[in-house]
């Protein structure tokens, strides 16, 4: 029994191998665009938040600095570290007018080791 082989003709092949060429190299060529493209977006997108975040801290400090160097020198005197009750509650004037300076902060606390807790709010 004779087995016939079909036989293709040279410029199927040539063909074949053009079509699989251009099909390998536009794959590699897309995957490697894609893959500069993230990098660069990823890149884009952390500089841009690290300047939003740069930005919104410089903002904050701008707006609530004041009373924050304000209630740290408070915090370190004498009467906020006070045991003493009476003591702390002279305070309470103090902190009034903190508030009445610093429209934008809505209230004062301090907690105490002992479980204690001054507040005031507006």
Known sequence: MNVKRAT?????????????????TSGIQIWLTNKGLSELILEANAKLFNRIAIETQLQLNKHY?????????????????????????????????????????????????????LSIAR
Not at 8 to 24: A, D, G, M, R
Not at 101 to 113: A, G, L
Request: hydrophobic fraction near 45%.
């Open 8 to 24: 293709l003709s040279i410029h199927v092949y040539l063909t074949t191998v053009i079509i699989l060429v251009v099909v390998l």
């Open 65 to 117: 600095g004041t009373a924050f160097t304000a209630i740290g020198a408070f915090t370190k005197s004498y009467a906020v570290n006070s045991p003493d009750i009476e003591v702390r509650e002279k305070l309470i004037p103090q902190l009034a007018q903190l508030l009445n300076e610093f429209p934008h902060v809505t209230s004062y606390s301090f907690y105490y080791p002992s479980g204690d807790l």
